[in-house]
């Protein structure tokens, strides 16, 4: 199955971290990888490596700014070769977070994630991708699409990220 977590509210990651415990509890072999969020970042990163060891990746480089396209394109290359080790190696549940946020800045290019999808479709490995503004044709070729609505946020207030909720 392919499913997507998408839209403009909090919960994408903890919703991909949450799909990850479901699977692990039936038996299945996980791997999870973030593109953009750098390694050590974010809480959820700490409780994955743990969870998932080698099959755990982080490796984003951060904050995207368009000067830094090769840095960020190179980081999501490195991320997208893991995978494909990751299929080989006959994982049952490949999570990729920030998929579409890297799609949309053309770190990952649209024949890439489209190749992934036909490859885990091959292998009856299931597929979960996350991000904002989840593209007209990844929507319909999806089994499950969550678009995750913001109704309200401290953040839009002026309040601070805090650590536990936001990262």
Avoid at 50 to 67: E, K, M, T, V
Avoid at 124 to 136: K, Q, T
Wanted: aromatic share 6%; glycine share 12%.
């Amino acid at each position: 199955m392919l499913l997507v977590y998408t839209g403009n509210g909090k919960g994408k990651t903890s919703a991909c971290v949450g799909q990850a415990i479901r699977a692990l509890g039936q038996g299945l072999t996980v791997a999870f990888g973030q593109f953009m969020k750098k390694d050590g970042q974010a809480g959820e990163q700490r409780m994955l490596a743990q969870l998932l060891g080698p099959h755990f990746l982080a490796s984003g480089a951060g904050f995207y700014r368009d000067n830094d396209h090769v840095t960020h394109r190179a980081k999501a290359e490195q991320l997208l070769a893991w995978a494909g080790e990751r299929l080989t190696q006959g994982v049952d549940m490949l999570i990729l977070d920030e998929t579409i946020y890297a799609l949309k800045h053309g770190l990952l290019l649209e024949e890439e994630v489209r190749g992934l999808i036909t490859r885990c479709q091959d292998q009856g490995c299931h597929l979960v991708l996350s991000g904002r503004a989840a593209p007209d044709w990844l929507v319909e070729l999806a089994d499950i699409v969550s678009d995750i609505t913001e109704v309200k946020h401290v953040y839009a207030q002026g309040g601070k990220a805090r650590p536990g909720i936001e990262f």
